[in-house]
């Protein structure tokens, strides 16, 4: 009896405390808020496991919304020219739109240090796509180390439906800080390497290849400038090709029918970041 009422003593002259100091109310008014992020990406050519789903320029706008870890996301992307004006579509038309719900959570340990944990179910509707495949659904999973020197990543990815592809992609990341402290730059550099491993699935559907293999892989430079609290604008380049002679020479075709352009995609754009 002594301890609860010591212990309900104790609660009420915290509380108390807490609701005397001012900052500390408006510091849990903030930790109860969800985070709001806007972005706007702008990319050369869309690429999907190393092959152009549009060779032209587009424009990804996002909005999301955190709570304790919990995501509510939508894209909508954007053809910039005419490139697909054959399935209807215009400059300016929105050609593809993602509803994605997530959850994130960071685990730290004392001999891996913290442990990013992540899973998401992904809705996409296509409206350049067919009766057959125009909308699909995704369960995506991931596991990386943020505090090891190269950041190794795993990323998963299932398709519920239609062709029932499944993905697998190992990167590996590091940033430099260029300007600023290591903890928050005003400027980074970041360089990755990122394979794909592709089920029989994907590869038959992409490429006529009915056998598992290692698809695409990826290196990539991205600036990460922090222009204010609020704002990042993120520019970047990718080089992505593939090296496994079994899928290379299908990839040919479907970059062009002639196989006369190499398989190889360099792309790149800049990303803009409003998070508050």
Avoid at 67 to 93: C, P, Q, R
Avoid at 109 to 133: F, H, M, P, V
Avoid at 239 to 254: C, T
Wanted: net charge negative.
């Amino acid at each position: 009896m002594k301890t609860i009422l010591a212990t309900t003593a104790l609660c009420a002259a915290s509380l108390a405390t807490f609701a005397e100091d001012p900052a500390a109310t408006e510091l849990e008014k903030e930790d109860n808020l969800p985070g709001v992020t806007l972005g706007a990406d702008y990319c050369s050519r869309q690429i999907t496991r190393g092959l152009p789903d549009n060779t032209e320029g587009i424009v990804t706008l996002s909005a999301a919304l955190e709570w304790f870890g919990f995501t509510a996301e939508v894209d909508g992307i954007f053809n910039t020219t005419d490139i697909a004006e054959e399935d209807g579509f215009d400059a300016g038309d929105n050609t593809e739109i993602d509803y994605i719900l997530g959850y994130g959570y960071t685990l730290d340990t004392d001999s891996l240090g913290a442990i990013e944990l992540g899973a998401d179910y992904t809705y996409e509707y296509d409206q350049g796509g067919n009766e057959d495949d125009d909308h699909c659904q995704y369960l995506h999973a991931s596991v990386g180390l943020a505090d090891v020197f190269l950041s190794p990543t795993l990323e998963a990815e299932w398709m519920l439906d239609s062709i029932h592809g499944q993905a697998y992609t190992f990167s590996l990341s590091h940033t430099f800080a260029l300007v600023g402290d290591e903890e928050e730059p005003e400027l980074a550099l970041t360089l990755s390497v990122a394979q794909t491993l592709a089920n029989d699935k994907y590869n038959e559907d992409d490429l006529g290849c009915d056998s598992w293999g290692f698809r695409d892989t990826t290196l990539t430079a991205e600036l990460e400038w922090a222009a204010s609290e609020y704002l990042s604008v993120k520019p970047y380049v990718s080089y992505s090709d593939h090296l496994n002679g079994h899928f290379r020479h299908p990839a040919h075709y479907v970059v062009d029918e002639e196989a006369s352009h190499h398989v190889a995609q360099l792309y790149g754009g800049v990303a803009v970041e409003l998070a508050f």
